[in-house]
């Protein structure tokens, strides 16, 4: 009987001791909806919600794609491009939102009086926004896009992978509370990462020609966790900016030359790799090179099954 009575006992005490623990990353409780992410510097926060934001900031094409793509694109007030090729578009698609191409400073924000803010990282500097914290200690949640952190220096923040990108829709999702549209959403990312992987392992380079500077996609950020996932291996360096002699000896079998903007910008990027010092290259010599837009590779949201779908099928021919 007293055996019997002190299992009772630690059962309960268990039971206790998990219900005063830390709560699970993204959840409900007592009509608070509430999910993990981290501030400027990367130190872990909970955003929180009442209710589904009506008044929402977005800083950032991708972010405000997604919300769009959430069915919450009524929900959006104001946008900040990163991008503001894609200006025209967005405003069409946001007819009641104001569309800036340039950042804001915090007073601007202010005056907008937004009930949520979606933001990739660089937006929440203090000579801008301000940090997320400054924001959810006035009552505004601020939520930081998942991997929009340091670009390319990673500090403390998690690597960017298909996962961070799939938590991101499903944190959206939650707090506007669009989880079936989120669900969908992340349904079909689901099924293009079973489709059936390249069969041959392949070296393959991300790199971006930023004036005189070449810059490499490094295996912390999204695009060496995609190429991993088809079975092949990223070069990488443990600084993100290499030489040009550095180049010139790549073993590279696929190249994915990272551009923004639109096709001017592209085919300027392309050409990079026709200076007759890179001809030796393998894919060079091969014409395996591929373009791909800095907004499908960082931080792509609700894009992320076309950006898979694309390297797959480069990597496939």
């Known amino acids: 009987m007293v055996k019997k009575l002190l299992s009772i006992f630690f059962v309960c ?7 005063c623990g830390p709560q699970d990353a993204a959840g409900k409780s007592d009509g608070v909806t509430s999910v993990a992410n981290y501030n400027f510097f990367g130190e872990p926060i909970n955003v929180k919600v009442k209710q589904a ?9 991708s972010g405000a794609k997604t919300l769009l793509a959430l069915g919450a694109g009524e ?12 200006r025209e578009a967005l405003q069409k698609q946001l ?3 104001k569309i800036y191409t340039q950042p804001l400073q915090l007073e601007a924000a202010t005056l907008l009086a937004p009930d949520f803010i979606l933001g990739w990282r660089r937006y929440f500097a203090d000579n801008q926004l301000g940090d997320t914290t400054s924001w959810i200690a006035k009552g505004v949640p601020a939520y930081i896009q998942d991997a929009s952190g340091p670009i390319p220096a990673k500090g403390k923040f998690p690597a960017c992978t298909i996962a961070s990108e799939q938590q991101f829709i499903r944190n959206m999702g939650l707090l506007l509370d669009k989880q079936q549209k989120a669900e969908e959403l992340l349904r079909e990312i689901d099924v293009e990462l079973q489709v059936k992987k390249p069969l041959k392992p392949q070296k393959v380079l991300f790199v971006e020609f930023l004036g005189g500077n070449i810059e490499v996609f490094g295996d912390d950020l999204l695009s060496g966790d995609i190429v991993r ?13 290499i030489s040009q002699e550095e180049l010139m000896n790549m073993p590279a079998e696929k190249i994915f030359v990272v551009y923004h903007g639109g096709e001017v910008q592209k085919n300027s990027a392309l ?11 393998p894919a060079v010599q091969q014409g395996k090179i591929y373009p791909i837009n800095y907004n499908e590779i960082v931080a792509p949201g609700c894009n992320l099954v076309q950006t898979l779908r694309y390297i797959r099928q480069c990597l496939e021919t």
Request: net charge negative.
């Open 75 to 86: 929900q959006i007030t104001a946008v900040v491009l990163t991008d503001a090729g894609e």
């Open 13 to 19: 005490l268990c039971l206790l001791c998990s219900a």
């Open 95 to 97: 007819p009641q939102a």
């Open 53 to 61: 934001p009506q008044k929402i900031l977005v800083c950032g094409n």
């Open 229 to 241: 996932h088809y079975g092949s291996s990223l070069i990488s360096y443990s600084a993100p900016f």
């Open 271 to 281: 050409a990079q790799l026709a200076n007759p010092l890179y001809q030796h290259i």
